[in-house]
Structures are given as structure tokens and as C-alpha cells.
């Protein structure tokens, strides 16, 4: 006896973004693939599905045509519709095994413990929050969507599909490679050839390649404090010993360096997370630190190009003339944080290494992805955006810098060049992630300073406010509503 496949197990979204025809035969695939209607079961009619769900007949027709192309629906007769016989399954045929009592001890199995991972909490529903004061996070209507698109389609024409549906095994796109060596280094001072340049899933990515290789027990490193979590972390992570040294308004300074070190990992042009940029002298001083101790620089550079304060300062590596600074570069800071590619530049011979051990982790970054990026690099695209960037953040800049002055605020760091964020210090005794939760409740997001500290397990008084992702009306009030959660607090 032929089943039916009633019309309830459909329904519509008109909220999701998906399009309405997407939507049906997706509901269509996963109840296959799912076990849940059986091959050969009648579909509902398009005029009753049309009816029921109350859209377009002709829009059931096309996602019921665009199931027959793919084999998961064939034509019963003229006007009817039914599963298939053979429809694509991934399931494999064979009886599930009776479930055992018995567990794996996990917690003796485990031989890395990841506690030392203290990450800024980011809620993923954040844009239904009136207030977002969180860094990182993009403003949609800054970036051109449909020059992005182009790209992508671009992208996906039969030659550049051809290369890069193909196996890259260790290598990298040489259109974005050649784009970083061309455009994107010599606007930072560097000079680096091709075989210098090795294209990662965002610059943590590469941060973890290279304490992989330079770091282990038995070494030892620096780090700032207040340092970003995931510096810290990877180097406590590493097994190497590790000294956090203690920030000031020039960033690091390299008087305080302990005696024996083997690699000093900084944020010179912009400090993670106060803003603050080193001097030439002092980068000199460290860079001649560098060659008496014999220990290398892993200099993390971010954000340079949202500069409309003032022109941002060269990069560390510019300044490098013995290839002991190993340079990390990110494009999802300037684009969208869902990009996830940056870079690493250092000599040959650490590439070639850097290379052999990303192809063990994961081959290479997307192929369509980076020829995606590289083709948004290449037309102009990318300068465009960050011009739109520059121009917005500097009018949010000064507002939010009013509204935090007014409201009597104490900014603790905030970049020369422009940025994102304000480093914020609270008054003695404030709890920052306490004070996080409870703004959270008032439609205000910030973020507790308290990972950036990793060594120390006192309350936090130091909270960071980004405002690229809040719109210039909403701040007033939102940083009004700051204010007054710290006075319930502290009162």
C-alpha cells in the first residue's frame, strides 16, 4: 500500500533568511536522509502544499522539480510527485548496537588540560541587544555584500574552479599571496618575497604554529600584561615557562625582560587590549635585546588599518634587518571575524616548517576562500570598505569619547591612530564580570578585562567597550546605562 507524506511536516520560516523554495526541499532532504518518510511515498499535490503553507504554487513546483533533478523525488505522473525509489542515502543498513552501561573515563584518557583558556564571552545573539559594546564585531552595513558576492562567483568561474576544487596539498593561492606581498606588507614597511608568506585560518591559527615550533618545556617566554587570552593561553599551553610583563603606556618594556628568554611575544603598533603603540626607541631597544640574548619577536599586528586619528605607526618587522621578527597579519579584523584568514611572515626556512606543520593540522585554508578574498583585494574592494570604516568609527570615536567623558568614565587606553575600543578602568572594588552580567540584563554588552589577566584569580575592575558594532544613536544611552550598573555596584 502506497503511504502518503503529510503536508504538516512542512513549514515556513519567512524570518530565517532562507528562500522559500530552499526551505521545502531542504525539509524534503532531511526527512530522508533522516528515515522518516519511506521511498516511494506520495507527496502532497503543489496546489494543497501551495494551499496549506499559503505561498506560490509555482514556488512548490520548482523546489519539487529541483528535488527530481537531484534524485530525491520523481515524477509519479503528470501532476503528482512522490519520493523516490532509490533516493540518495547516506545511512548504512546494519542494526544499532544495544547500548553499553559502561563509559570511558575521559578525564584519564585527556592528556592536555585546556583550563588555561580564558576566553571574552561574545553571546551569539548579541545583535538582539540594544547596546553591543563589543569589539571585533562587524557593522553589516559598513561592507559591500555585493561586491563580496561578485568575488565568490568569481571565484567559482571553471578555471579558477578547476584549481580550486584540486588538492593545494601544503601550498597557498597565488593571487593572495602575491596581493600580501604587493600591497598589503609594503603599507606596513615590510619587504617579503612569496616563499616568506604562509596563509592561515586567522592569525590564532598562526600564533599557534609558531609557539608549536620555537616553544616546549625546557624554554621559556614573555608575554604582556594585560596580555589577549589567546597569546596567553598558547604559550601556557606550549609548556614553556612563562613571564607576563607588566604594561605601560608604551606598551612593553624591554628593561623588564627576564634574563634567559627564548621569544617575546608582543602587540607593538597596537596593544592587546589597552591600544597603546611602542616607540621607535623602544622597539629599537628591544630589537637589540633581541639580538644579544638571542631570542626571537613574535610581533601579533592588528587593526593598522582603521587609522583616522592618525597614520598608524610602521609594523615591528619593518625595523627587522636580521629576521628575528615573526610577523602575524589578519585580514578578519579589517573585513568580518567569520573570515578567519590571516598570515604569517618570517624567513623561508621557518615558513618552509610552519608549511609542513599546517599540512598537518589542516592541509591549507578553503581555496574558494582565499580566491574570494584575493579577487575583493585585487578590485579595489577592500580599500573601499576601509574607507567607509574609517570614516564611521572616527564619528563613533568622538561621540563615544564625549559620552564617556560626560558620564564621568575613566578611559584607561584607547589607540593614538583610532581602533575600535576603549580599554575602560572601573572604580576600586569593582567585579567587571559581575558587572557584565548584570548590564547584560539591561541590554548592555561589554566585555570583563578578567581575561587578560590569566595569573590572577582577584576581581577585575578593567572592562573593555568596542563600538564597532552599535550604531552612533544608540551610545549615549547605552554608556548612561553603564554608568548607572557600576553605581549599583559600588554604592
Not at 596593544?271 to 644579544?292: K, V, Y
Not at 625595523?319 to 611572515?345: A, C, M, Q, W
Request: charged content about 25%; some cysteine; glycine content about 6%.
Amino acid at each position: 500500500m502506497q503511504t502518503t507524506v503529510s503536508e504538516t511536516i512542512f513549514f515556513i520560516d519567512r524570518e530565517r533568511g532562507l528562500g522559500l523554495q530552499a526551505q521545502l526541499r531542504e525539509t524534503v532532504v532531511s526527512a530522508v536522509l533522516a528515515g522518516r518518510v519511506q521511498p516511494s511515498a506520495q507527496l502532497p499535490s503543489t496546489r494543497k502544499l501551495a494551499e496549506y503553507l499559503n505561498i506560490s504554487r509555482i514556488t512548490v513546483s520548482l523546489a519539487y522539480q529541483e528535488l527530481v533533478s537531484q534524485g530525491y523525488v520523481e515524477v509519479a505522473n503528470r501532476s503528482s510527485y512522490r519520493i523516490a525509489g532509490s533516493p540518495p542515502d547516506g545511512r548504512l543498513e546494519r542494526d544499532r548496537p544495544a547500548q553499553s552501561t559502561d563509559t570511558v573515563d575521559w578525564s584519564s584518557k585527556i592528556r592536555m588540560n585546556f583550563d588555561v583558556v580564558r576566553q571574552v564571552a561574545k553571546p551569539l545573539d548579541w545583535r538582539r541587544y540594544p547596546y553591543p559594546f563589543l569589539y571585533g564585531q562587524m557593522d553589516p552595513s559598513l561592507f559591500d555584500l555585493n561586491a563580496w558576492r561578485d568575488c565568490a562567483r568569481r571565484a567559482l568561474a571553471r578555471e579558477d574552479f578547476i584549481l580550486m576544487a584540486s588538492d593545494f596539498a601544503a601550498a597557498d593561492d597565488v593571487r593572495l599571496v602575491n596581493y600580501i606581498c604587493s600591497r598589503t606588507l609594503p603599507r606596513r614597511g615590510i619587504h617579503a618575497s612569496p616563499d616568506e608568506i604562509l596563509v592561515t585560518v586567522g592569525a590564532q591559527n598562526a600564533l599557534w604554529i609558531v609557539t608549536r615550533l620555537i616553544l616546549g618545556k625546557g624554554t621559556s617566554a614573555v608575554c604582556e600584561n594585560p596580555c589577549h587570552p589567546d597569546i596567553s593561553a598558547s604559550l601556557l599551553l606550549s609548556g614553556a615557562m612563562v613571564t607576563p610583563v607588566d604594561v605601560d603606556g608604551e606598551g612593553l618594556p624591554p628593561d623588564r625582560l627576564p634574563g634567559k628568554v627564548d621569544a617575546v611575544f608582543v602587540t607593538p603598533s597596537h596593544h592587546s587590549p589597552t591600544g597603546a603603540t611602542m616607540p621607535i626607541d623602544r622597539r629599537m631597544q628591544l630589537l637589540q635585546a633581541a639580538q644579544e640574548k638571542d631570542f626571537v619577536i613574535v610581533e601579533d599586528d592588528y587593526e593598522f588599518e582603521i587609522s583616522f586619528l592618525a597614520p598608524p605607526s610602521p609594523s615591528f618587522k619593518a625595523f627587522d634587518t636580521t629576521g628575528r621578527v615573526l610577523y602575524i597579519g589578519s585580514f578578519s579584523k579589517s573585513l568580518f571575524p567569520g573570515l578567519r584568514l590571516g598570515y604569517l611572515v618570517a624567513p623561508a626556512p621557518f615558513i618552509r616548517e610552519a608549511r609542513a606543520l599546517r599540512s598537518l593540522m589542516l592541509r591549507h585554508p578553503p581555496g574558494h576562500l582565499q580566491r574570494t578574498a584575493a579577487y575583493f583585494l585585487a578590485l579595489g574592494h577592500y580599500d573601499a570598505v576601509l574607507h567607509r570604516m574609517r570614516s564611521e568609527y572616527h564619528k563613533r570615536h568622538v561621540l563615544m569619547a564625549a559620552a564617556l567623558e560626560e558620564a564621568k568614565l575613566t578611559v584607561a587606553g584607547s589607540s593614538a591612530f583610532g581602533g575600535t575600543s576603549f580599554w575602560m578602568e572601573g572604580p576600586a572594588g569593582l567585579d567587571a564580570d559581575r558587572l557584565v552580567r548584570e548590564l547584560r540584563q539591561d541590554g548592555v554588552l561589554i566585555e570583563s578585562g578578567s581575561p587578560f589577566f590569566p595569573r590572577s584569580d582577584e576581581p577585575c575592575r578593567y572592562f573593555r567597550m568596542g563600538y564597532s558594532s552599535i550604531p552612533s544613536a544608540n551610545i549615549p544611552e547605552g554608556i548612561t546605562r553603564v554608568r548607572a550598573g557600576i553605581d549599583r555596584l559600588c554604592e
